[in-house]
């Protein structure tokens, strides 16, 4: 299935509701993101029957650690949990983490392991070939992203790698968000909610001009 979305977070906690989670790059940088209402891993705790975050950031994780947040640190490239968790988890949540990675493969593999039978991961990344990176190109001569992204993913090769990773894609959404709501200025709002309307009508009529996408994958089935 390939359809449209606009509501990146409470698309994943509606996957989430009720289910072993796993979190993955769940710190989300800094510590002062993890005091804010909107920091995904808190809202999932509400939700999920259970939740294990993992991330590389070792001090941040200590402070969260010490406030009773089940938090592992650990590089997502070379994970394994299994002993701790041999059952496995039914999501397991990659939302922006793949294109800060050096070797996304590797990561993918070890995220096949701590799935749950019928688990599903749920991942989300920036399309290469999203309006914004378009214009970008065109007005800037390259495009503007975060200095620690390693890589931008295509609707083609996010799901060929998913495949050589012995994953599956069971659904695939187009997203754009309206991050002015993330903004405190003004301008910078405008600015935001400016783009949205463009990206969404652009959208409407060619869908793959969106910014970013969602993949569920799933282990894929042995053949006998």
Known sequence: MISFRTEKH?????????????????????????TRPEWLHGKLREVAKSLVGL??????????????????????????????Y?????????SDVIEH?????AFLSCVRKHLAPGGILLLTTPHA???AFFLEVVLLGEENI?????????????????????????EF?????????SQTGLWEKLQRRMLFFLQYLVAKVRVEFSKEMIVIAMDKPTKK
């Open 86 to 94: 041999p059952l496995g988890f039914d999501v397991i949540v990659v």
């Open 129 to 131: 070939y999203g309006l």
């Open 10 to 34: 409470q698309f994943i906690i509606d996957h989430c509701r009720e289910k072993k989670v796993l979190d993955i790059g769940c710190v989300n940088h800094t510590l002062e993101a993890t």
């Open 101 to 105: 990675l050096v070797n996304p493969g």
């Open 55 to 84: 991330d590389y950031e070792e001090t941040i994780v200590k402070k969260l650690q010490d406030k009773g947040w089940n938090i592992i640190v650990s590089d997502a490239q070379n994970f394994n949990i299994t002993k701790k």
């Open 173 to 181: 959404y187009w997203l754009i968000q309206d991050s002015s709501k």
């Open 146 to 170: 975060n200095d620690d992204h390693t890589m931008t993913f295509s609707r083609k090769n996010i799901y060929w790698l998913l495949e050589k990773c012995g994953l599956q894609v069971k």
